[in-house]
């Protein structure tokens, strides 16, 4: 449509030949004045369109009010794309002019008035009822809907927002580079839509409520009046899921006791340093402490718990920034390290961890101490496989905990038969679980014979396991192993109480044979074990006085608390008590005074060992002045029995008399040689 000029604030209806021509059309048109905001003048139709009782009243009407903001600002973008390009704008609107709500299509075109005022040329287009509602709905939505939806320029200014969006931006905002908190991330975006012209991220970004997190979705369209690019913005808050999502990732990765990184943080760690190029080095110090499920076992969970905390805060301080700790599980824990992965900095981690470890730790009343087995491995030179960095850690590992020296490096050169042993170790160690519930477990029995009379005066209980694989595994290949893992507990509970189930099934038999049963030191040093021991007692219905526990001197070492009165109080219950191996560790004398004793067993040694019988001797003659029954082991040809009965040796057991047998075969062993025997009558089995 042609611009024509006209002289008039208010259009001259009379001299402006282009009005008259335009009242005659029948579609509702009219002149808006941008700046007042408001009509200027209107044909008929619009008159009535309008709902107005005169022209007049309508001129008069105050739109501006009632106009959103939104609004106003497309009505300026009208004026500007009209004038300037001369172009017709089209647009769909929501007007309410009977005070209900009617959809009209708008044709808006450029119209200078006589004085060179700037208006625009309304003209109301195929006004539908159905469109109306359908409008109607959509401004509804937009208005009610929780989705924010906001509109960007070219330039990133905000124009246009819906309710939400609206009341999500912070006072103030006017630029969309002011909503995102990383502006990495707005040029990621800004570049994303010019490459496929929308894009979904999720980021953070300033709002009303403070900084949170929000999924966008940004779609480059055209300014519906300007016909120029622009951004359209649709977001939801999801703070909260990011947080949930945070969250579950962190539980996914984190030791929940120790708060230490898991197991999946390690392997995550190490997949990651082995992947680099070139390979990064780093070394592993698997760490797994020594007494730590006897502990458990014998004080409780808790008390365990609490040592676990008190661990990993021990091993993080003393690893400090050199690398990170974590637990893999139970009292394993791994310390890595990309820092120092030389051979005497290891070394010297390795040593003050150990130093850290050492001072003991007061939980619950309890003192307790507990040392870890370090081995180590480092990458790439033991391994370039996550999973064979960890093996080889853990049989360092186990080498540094049977030789007892806290920590040892892995070595390619590592004898395969020790490599071998470690397996075997694992084997035994796993296989062991079953082993009790299976049933594997069996007595033999081991007569001591009396020096005075040469019959039997007593067996000692051995423990063998008849392994489904193996075979028949000695004691000495398990026992360490049930310890270290504190299967020992139940083990020896398992012991007790069929030692004395025999007992007392010989005792009904009418062979009256006291038996000795082996304790271990995890299970002398259990809490639990008066109790363990009285109730089997009664389980059993043995006598006592027909029972005696074997303790060692490591037990006695240092004279830990509570060993006297516990050894005080199993004298008490009426058992006899014997110290195992004697000569083996300390021989410290004191503590056969000290403890209320009632037999010293030599250790084989004395007797394998010609340069010892000296001293065999002086404990034989030491044992009778302290009036303590002494027992012989390993005695194994008749001139070391002659020997021992000749000096006084009140039992002897060893092979010459009889091998540890089977209940069956011992039973007959007992029956024929429970009485007195002549000299010359002495029996091999
Ligand atoms: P121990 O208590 O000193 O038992 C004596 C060991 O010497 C037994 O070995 C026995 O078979 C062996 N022996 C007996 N006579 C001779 C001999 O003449 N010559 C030689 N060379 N050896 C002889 P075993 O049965 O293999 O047990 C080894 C150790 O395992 C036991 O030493 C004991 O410390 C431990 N053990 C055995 N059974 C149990 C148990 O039920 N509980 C606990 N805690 N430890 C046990
Ligand atoms: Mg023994
Ligand atoms: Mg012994």
């Known amino acids: 449509m042609q611009d024509v000029p006209l002289s008039t604030t208010l259009p001259d209806t009379a001299t402006d030949s282009r009005l008259q021509l335009l009242s005659l059309i029948q579609a509702p048109l009219y002149l808006f004045d941008v700046e007042a905001f408001g009509i200027v003048w209107a044909n008929e139709s619009a008159i009535a369109y309008w709902d107005a009782a005169s022209a007049e009243e309508l001129y008069a009407r105050d739109i501006s009010t009632s106009a959103s903001a939104s609004v106003k600002l497309r009505v300026v973008q009208f004026k500007q794309t009209c004038f300037e390009k001369q172009q017709v704008v089209h647009e769909h609107w929501t007007v309410y002019p009977k005070g209900s709500p009617r959809g009209a299509d708008f044709e808006i075109y450029p119209f200078t008035d006589n004085e060179g005022k700037k208006l625009l040329l309304m003209r109301i287009k195929d006004i ?27 330039e990133l200014e905000l124009v246009y927002t819906n309710t939400a969006a609206g009341k999500s931006m912070p006072v103030g905002l006017s630029n969309g580079r002011q909503r995102l908190v990383l502006q990495a991330e707005l040029h990621a975006i800004v570049n994303a839509l010019a490459v496929d012209g929308q894009h979904d991220a ?39 899921q990011v947080h949930a999502k945070e969250e579950a990732y962190r539980l996914a990765f984190t030791d929940s006791l120790t708060n230490l990184p898991n197991r999946a943080a390690l392997s995550r760690q190490m997949d990651e340093l082995v992947k680099t190029n070139p390979p990064a080095h780093f070394a592993i110090l698997f760490l797994d402490l020594d007494r730590f499920k006897v502990i458990n076992d014998s004080l409780g969970h808790a008390v365990g718990d609490q040592l676990l905390i008190d661990v990993a805060q021990r091993l993080r301080q003393a690893l400090g920034e050199q690398g990170t700790v974590y637990r893999l599980g139970g009292d394993e824990f791994v310390m890595l390290t990309a820092l120092s992965v030389e051979y005497n900095e290891l070394k010297r981690i390795a040593e003050h961890v150990l130093a850290a470890m050492a001072d003991p730790v007061m939980v619950s009343g309890h003192k307790l101490r507990v040392l870890p087995s370090i081995g180590i491995s480092s990458s790439p030179s033991d391994g370039m496989e996550v999973s064979l960095i960890m093996e080889n850690a853990d049989a360092a590992m186990y080498i540094a905990k ?10 390619a050169k590592m004898s395969s038969t020790i490599t071998e042993n470690v397996k075997d170790r694992m084997g035994l160690e796993t296989d062991m679980v079953a082993a009790v519930k299976n049933d594997e477990f069996e007595l033999y029995f081991q007569p001591k014979i009396s020096g005075r009379t040469l019959a039997v005066d007593s067996v000692e209980a051995l423990i063998r396991w008849n392994h489904p694989k193996r075979g028949m595994v000695p004691p000495d290949k398990f026992i360490g192993i049930a310890e270290e893992t504190g299967q020992i507990i139940d083990l020896g509970n398992w012991v007790l109480r069929a030692a004395m189930k025999q007992q ?40 006592p006085q027909m029972i005696e526990l074997e303790i060692t001197e490591s037990m006695l070492i240092g004279e830990p608390d509570g060993v006297h009165a516990t050894l005080q109080q199993l004298s008490a219950m009426g058992m006899r008590l014997a110290l195992d191996d004697f000569g ?15 037999c010293i067993k030599i250790d084989k040694i004395f007797l394998a060992d010609r340069s010892r019988s000296m001293l065999m001797g002086t404990i034989l003659s030491m044992g009778k002045v302290l009036g303590l029954q002494v027992v012989a082991e390993g005695v194994e040809t008749a001139t070391q029995a002659d020997w021992l009965i000749a000096h006084g040796c009140d039992l002897l057991q060893g092979f010459y008399f009889s091998k540890p047998k089977p209940v069956a075969e011992v039973t007959q062993y007992l029956i024929d040689n429970g009485i007195p025997l002549k000299d010359d009558g002495r029996r091999v089995a």
């Open 584 to 598: 083996t560790g300390y021989s410290n004398l004191a503590y056969l005074q000290k403890y209320p004793l009632d």
């Open 402 to 411: 049977a030789n007892q020296c806290g920590y040892c490096f892995y070595d």
């Open 202 to 240: 999720e980021a953070q970004v300033h709002t009303a409520k403070g900084i949170r997190w929000h999924a966008l979705h940004v779609q480059r369209c055209t300014n519906p009046t300007t016909g120029k690019q622009m951004y359209l913005v649709t977001e939801t808050d999801i703070t909260e």
């Open 504 to 543: 007392r099934l010989w005792q009904d038999q009418g062979l009256s044979v006291p038996v000795s049963v082996n304790i271990s030191a995890r299970q002398f040093s259990a809490n639990d074990l008066l109790a363990n021991v009285s109730d089997a007692l009664k389980q059993t219905g043995c006598d």
């Open 128 to 154: 539908n009822p159905i469109l109306d509602e359908d409008m109607a709905y959509r401004t509804t939505a937009l208005t009610h809907t929780a989705t924010m939806i906001s509109a960007y320029s070219q």
